[in-house]
């Protein structure tokens, strides 16, 4: 498999390959929860992008680096695909939670990944590209949430972000092991995929914080 992969992408193409399945997926979940909200094709565009490149715009401010789709106006376009899937399937993809699920999730690993893997290429130490690469699976979700007027997903006790860290530990891991960066990468997106769905299936989840009810804020 990781001999296929060589011959058909180079690491960076391999990137790139992950990054726009990423906005894809994490485009749809957007549009699909604003498509539930009864917004109209221009707001639940806007949901969708900023859901797409937002954890992504995210870290390239953080690191320092130009904003990975200003020169690629590819994420617009694959923005506007998922537009047109989930006007398209509009019933079956709002509906169903499993389908939103499965997007979610994948665009979650996926920008994972990417966001472990360009701090290593930008020179940062491992504990920062697992930061990062959590800013970048998770943060896209905080603000389509905020968008839509819904809690955000990662102040639930739901594992999400935590997912997305333990997928940037797995990538480092076995980099660390000498493992290729694409089998790597594959590696850390099956962790936080697997990690969500064991969340899910034997309801995982992290303590809640606990405090008196009759407790306010002066």
Sequence with gaps: MLAYLSALFSVDTFLTVLEYVGALACAISGIRISSAKQFDLFGAYVVGLVTAIGGGTLRDIMLGVPMFWVSQPGYLINTFIALLVVWTFGRRIIKDNITWFIFDTIGLAMFSVIGVQKSLICGHSWWVAVVMGTITGAAGGVMRD???NTVPLIFRSELYATASACGGVAYILFLRLGC???LC???GG???V???LAAIRFKIALPKMTGRAHLRLK
């Design 194 to 196: 697997a990690l969500r």
């Design 180 to 182: 290729d960066p694409r």
């Design 185 to 187: 990468a594959i590696i």
């Design 190 to 192: 099956l962790t936080v």
């Design 146 to 148: 905020v968008l839509v």
